[in-house]
Nanobody
Framework: VQLVESGGGSVQPGGSLRLSCAASGTIFSIDAMGWHRQAPGKDRALVAAITSGGDSNYADSVKGRFTISRDNANNTAYLQMNSLKPEDTAVYYC???????????????WGQGTQVTVSS
């Protein structure tokens, strides 16, 4: 299984970016998908997550500015980031909980990360 992220880049404060995460490989089902971020010198932290049924949760620091969504048919998750702040600067990682078989165990997979830089 591969998770491929895209959409990172540099933007001025107040700007917007949309991240995408596409999962491919032997996939029976994907449970939760999420976005985490890691800034220099800090631990990786959850930004937002969404279940297969569409229930989502967010870190307090991004509530009202970021929106997570997913396309179950295409095994893809998105993170719409608006009103970006310099403190949002980090490497953003996609995570997915995936089953390869109908009754098989679930595994956690990570993408390679995409850099988001917010600076004037």
């Amino acid at each position: 299984v591969q998770l491929v992220e895209s959409g990172g880049g540099s933007v001025q404060p107040g700007g917007s970016l949309r991240l995408s995460c596409a999962a491919s490989g032997t996939i029976f089902s994907i449970d939760a998908m999420g976005w985490h971020r890691q800034a220099p010198g800090k631990d990786r932290a959850l930004v937002a997550a969404i279940t297969s049924g569409g229930d989502s949760n967010y870190a307090d620091s991004v509530k009202g500015r970021f929106t997570i969504s997913r396309d179950n048919a295409n095994n893809t998750a998105y993170l719409q980031m608006n009103s970006l702040k310099p403190e949002d600067t980090a490497v953003y990682y996609c995570n997915a909980i995936i089953s390869h078989l109908r009754s098989g165990p679930k595994y956690s997979y990570w993408g390679q990360g995409t850099q988001v830089t917010v600076s004037s």
